[in-house]
């Protein structure tokens, strides 16, 4: 029925929008402990599943859903804090790399 769909929806965005806040809160707890911000988010999960036995409820296809969000906004907050001097100084390091790999060997 509709309203399946409706509270699948419903139970898939609660979880993205939990998945968010857990981001930004484990950045503002990485500033202060010095532990990077995505091993919160690869031991917070594991720990969760093992106390809350109605974790297991979620389809898998749902948890993949907010785990490829959390990746996606893990990455774009690393990216975020890369400034473009340092962006110039690795890419023109590849330059260099995939040039002398191209280059003939005659």
Known sequence: MLVEGVESFGRAL??????????????????????PAPAFFLVAPAVASDLVPRLEQFPIASVQDV???????????????????????????????GARRSWPDS
């Not at 968010?20 to 202060?32: P, Q």
């Not at 969000?69 to 400034?83: C, E, I, Q, R, T």
Request: hydrophobic share 55%.
């Open 14 to 35: 609660l979880a993205v929008a939990v998945a968010a806040t857990a981001a930004v809160l484990s950045n503002r707890i990485s500033e202060r402990t010095r532990i």
């Open 67 to 97: 785990v490829t969000v959390a990746l996606v906004v893990l990455l774009f907050n690393g990216g975020l804090s890369l400034g473009w001097r340092q962006c110039r100084g690795h890419a023109r390091h590849r330059r260099a790399a």
